[in-house]
């Protein structure tokens, strides 16, 4: 079972992907539903389809195109055509779960949660069954466990979810069905693109080729999105939406950079004054108070360069926050160090060869080096999750933990987990990100 273990961790990144674009659509879900705005909420969802959707099919039909080679280079030392054959079977599910997914928020908003539960439920017993029944009849052997789930996966996605959603918004049952027929056909446009850009792929196999033949197969499948999947109003407003998301991006890094560049100027004189040849030139530099304050603004302002990641981790997570700013500073904070613990305790464990990734001290911590990176997803993580609960409520007994305090103990949780699965897969993404800067230093001037 150890190949299908690793054949679920890229599906299982995914959905959280999916899911955290969809949350960007509940706030005004949920604000048209209470207007009793039918129209509007069904425009959103639609929305909130092709949106997440745009995103899912290019992961989709990357990892069905060219996983086997990331497969090569990711676990050279397993059976690379069983794990695979075994990504492909789970990533099926994808083909109708990436465009669906969105109308589960019908279910919160309109309080029919019940219906869709026994359904779900109902379906995971079938899969109990259906998986026993073929273990013992066929000779399938983990296909079947692999498989199973998502081939109920689809026909629960595909039938019963836009159905009960429409029911439950009293719309016409087949209110979403072309959407998700666009998005699938889309999908099948898409993998012909990237079969004919694996047919031009006569590079040697290595994280440098795969990285860059990723970026230019992302890039050719925005393009089939942007032109097939959505309409003239639909890339109007998605643009629109994202250019929102970078912009409070952008203001959000505004501060750490101030900081940083106010500092550099202050470590760049505070070295220049500590040459010995500036210091014979001025000799009241090389005195004693002079020198001590000079070597003092010296290394606190280089310090600023080595806490960059906790700036960003901190500041993203403040700028981002629509309320409630300070709490989501503090929980920024507690979410990075919790990840660099996390990832400190999988390295430990020798579960793989992590010697080939850079392991460095990081605030106390010996973990993988992962610069700014890790800072970045700390403050977009915290400030998700303090949007998503800042003001959710619990029973008397554990009311205390609720509203604003829930937001620290959920980040802790949830960077812990992913401060567990960034170790195993950041080799790959490091030596991309490198390979490709070097590949451009290469270039030379244009």
């Known amino acids: 079972m150890g190949e299908l273990s690793i054949a679920q961790q890229i599906p299982t990144y995914i959905s959280t992907l999916t899911n955290t674009l969809i949350n960007l659509f509940s706030p005004n879900l949920t604000m048209y539903y ?94 109990v069954l259906l998986v026993f029944i073929f273990l013992n009849t066929t000779s399938l052997g983990i296909y079947a466990v692999a498989g199973v789930s998502k081939v109920t996966g689809i026909l629960g996605n595909l039938i019963f979810v836009p159905l009960y959603a429409c029911k439950c918004l009293k719309i016409k049952w087949n209110t979403f069905y072309p959407i998700i027929f666009r998005y699938i056909g889309t999908t099948f446009i898409m993998m012909i693109v990237f079969f004919g850009i694996k047919r031009l792929y006569v590079l040697p196999i290595n994280w440098i080729t795969f990285f ?35 912009s409070d991006l952008g203001r959000s890094l505004m501060m750490p950079i101030a900081a940083l560049a106010a500092c550099g100027i202050v470590l760049g004189l505070t070295s220049a004054f500590m040459k010995p040849q500036v ?43 629509k309320e409630d ?37 990081t605030l106390g911590v010996e973990t993988v080096d992962m610069g700014a990176t890790a800072g970045i997803l ?33 980040v802790i949780v949830t960077m812990s987990l992913i401060g567990l699965v960034m170790p195993l897969i950041w080799e790959p993404i490091s030596v991309g990100i490198n390979g490709l800067g070097s590949l451009i230093h290469s270039a030379g001037a244009f």
């Not at 492909?88 to 908003?109: A, K, Q, R």
């Not at 990723?214 to 629109?240: P, Q, Y």
């Open 212 to 246: 860059v033949v990723c970026v230019i197969a992302g890039f050719a499948g925005c393009i089939v999105n942007f032109f097939v999947l959505l309409n003239h109003t639909e890339r109007s407003i998605m643009k629109n939406k994202i250019m929102n998301f970078f």
């Open 34 to 127: 209470a207007k009793d705005d039918t129209e509007a909420v069904v425009k959103e969802l639609k929305l909130s389809m092709k949106f997440s959707s745009f995103f899912v099919n290019i992961i989709f039909c990357i990892l069905v195109i060219f996983g086997k080679y990331f497969m090569q280079l990711w676990v050279p030392n397993q059976d690379v055509n069983l794990i695979y054959s075994l990504l492909v079977v789970i990533m099926m599910s994808l083909l109708v779960s990436g465009v669906t997914t969105s109308l589960n928020n019908v279910f919160l908003v309109t309080n029919r949660l019940k219906v869709n539960s026994i359904f779900w439920l109902i379906i995971s017993f079938t899969n």
């Open 378 to 410: 700390a403050g977009l993580v915290t400030a998700w999750l303090h949007n998503k609960y800042h003001k959710v409520q619990f029973p008397a007994a554990i009311a205390f933990y609720g509203g604003k305090r829930f937001v620290a103990l959920i």
């Open 325 to 361: 700013k300070g709490v989501a500073a503090f929980a920024g904070f507690l979410g990075y160090y919790a990840f660099l613990v996390a990832s400190s305790c999988i390295i430990g464990t020798g579960i793989m060869d992590f010697s080939a990734m850079k392991i460095s001290p």
């Open 279 to 321: 210091q014979g030139a001025i000799p009241f530099l090389a005195a004693t108070v002079p020198l001590f304050i000079i070597s003092t603004l010296n290394k606190v302002s280089g310090i600023v360069f080595t806490l960059m990641p906790v700036l960003f981790s901190i500041s993203i997570a403040m700028g981002l926050a």
